[in-house]
């Protein structure tokens, strides 16, 4: 699962200190380093420096927060060509490098050549854990170890130029099909040749460190065991990266479903007030229908109650009274039908129904009288009764007030 995890880019990072080490017969060390970014699939250098020989020197180039990817050359790594065969352990491969050898006291690795063969590199583990001590001590951490020339054959195929002889620091390079197949000792420390890769011109004085970096990005290495203390490092490293990058990826995610939380609640809310407003228009539009359905009722129940609409019948009462009315009487009210009492706002009217309000001035009683049995032989009159009737004297005319009922 680690595995894995160590080649997502979140965690790995996009940028990385590959370092070689080359040990001279004097046991001093030379250094050099190739600070290397990725950008849109692309590697860059940023930084590179070479024939570095003190410790200090070292550390003040390298960036504190960068993983180290180390190459260690020069004295004490061994280099052999062996055949293998079929079901070799790679205890065997070991023995025909270095017979009757503990494999507990060496850490070493293989690349396969031409043919049946492959190149085995070894380094005594003391050795190994010393020249890692000067970068844990500094508090690097180095999340790979290669041994020799040959990660470079993880190069071979983004070299633009095919080479068939690669020159670095004391050694000399044969290829092959993209495999490096002779390694051959020089005494040249400094000579080297140019590889163009990509838009990047390296000397050999840089290639195995930028070629170290270059497999870290790009996840070419072959995954080997490394040393116990070395291994628990890369391993402590590793895991601070997948908490960190991890817990970061847990806020981005949680952050982001929070924000579209909040915009999918702003735009609910939005469509909830529209909706809300909807609702409240349409409640007002509804009860002023009602409203307006209650006044039609109303207004309907009164045509319908008080026969209102019945006008040739109410005419045809008005005829009678006027065609029975004698010349000396003067009408000066006619109400059909009145009110019973004075209208009120939002109150319904009521009406003393078949019944007729007359009111008049009269030069005496007795004409008065003479009209009202008139009207009394009239079949639709049910009852006629006199209300009011005044008269000051004899050349005055006397008012009147009448009540008439009719069936």
Sequence with gaps: MLQKLKKIELIKGNSVAGVSVNIQTDGSNIFSVVILQKKKNKVEITKRHSGITTIEELMKILPSSLPVQLVIDGKGVIIRKVMVEKDSSDENLLNQVLPNS????????????????????????????EICNIFNDAGKIIVNVSLGPLIINHLLSFVETKENIIEIPLQQLQIKNNLIVEINRTSNLTAGSIIRVGNENLEGTILLSFTAGFCYLLNLFDETKLPDNIQKQADEYWNKRIFVMGGWTALVFIFTLLLISFLLFDNFRKQSDKLSYKVSLNTDLIKRLDTLKSELKLKKDFFKDYNLSESSRQSYFADQIALTLPETITLTVMDINPLKKKLKENQAPEFNRNTILISGITPNSNILNDWIKKLQQQKWVKQINIMNYSQENAVVKGEFKIEMIFN
């Design 102 to 129: 503990n494999s507990s006291e060496f850490y070493f690795e293989k690349y396969k050549t031409e043919g049946d063969f492959v190149f085995i590199s070894l380094i005594r583990i003391q050795q190994l854990n």
